[in-house]
C-alpha cells in the first residue's frame, strides 16, 4: 500500500513535468530534426553512389564486386587450370606427374570445399558471401533506416513538447 502511494506520486510529478517543456528544450528538438533530416539525405545519397557502383562493377567483372567466397573459387579455379597444364606437360609416369596429379586432386577438392563454404555463407546470410560493394550498399541501407526511426522519435518527441 505504501509502495503504490509512492509509485502514484512519482508518476503525477513525472507527468507534470513532462508537459512542462521550456522553449529551449522545443529549440533543441527543432535542431536535432533538421539536423537528422540532413543527414537522412546524405545517407540516401550515399546509397544511390554505392548502389550504382555496385552495378558498374559488376558490369565491368571487377573484383570489388565479388565477394570473398567466390574470389577464393576463383582463385582455385584458375589453380587447377594450372595444375592441368602442368600435368599435361610432365613425363608419362615421372614422379613429377604424379605430384602434379596429387596437387591437382588437392586443388579439386579444395575448390569443391569453397563451393560447399559459400553454399552455407549465403544460406546463413554471412557477410563473407557478399562483396565489399553489396556490404557498402547494405550499411548504407541500415543508416537510412536508423535515420528515419531518429527521425520519427525526434517527430514524437516534438509533438509531446507542444501539449
Known sequence: MKYSKILVTVLSLAAANAFAQSPAAV?????????DKSALQGDKAQLKTDKAT???????GKMSAESKDSDAIYKDKQA???????VAG???????????????????????????KMKADKSSGKMAAESKDSTAV???KQAVSGEKKQIAADKA???????
Open 80 to 86: 587447377i587450370k594450372g595444375g592441368k597444364a602442368a
Open 27 to 35: 529549440s533543441n528538438d527543432k535542431a536535432q530534426l533538421q539536423t
Open 138 to 140: 547494405y550499411k548504407d
Open 157 to 163: 518527441k516534438m509533438k509531446a513538447d507542444r501539449k
Open 54 to 60: 555496385l552495378r558498374t562493377d559488376k558490369a565491368a
Open 90 to 116: 610432365d613425363r608419362y609416369g615421372s614422379e613429377q606427374k604424379k605430384s602434379d596429379k596429387a596437387a591437382l586432386k588437392r586443388e579439386k577438392a579444395h575448390l569443391k570445399a569453397d563451393k560447399a
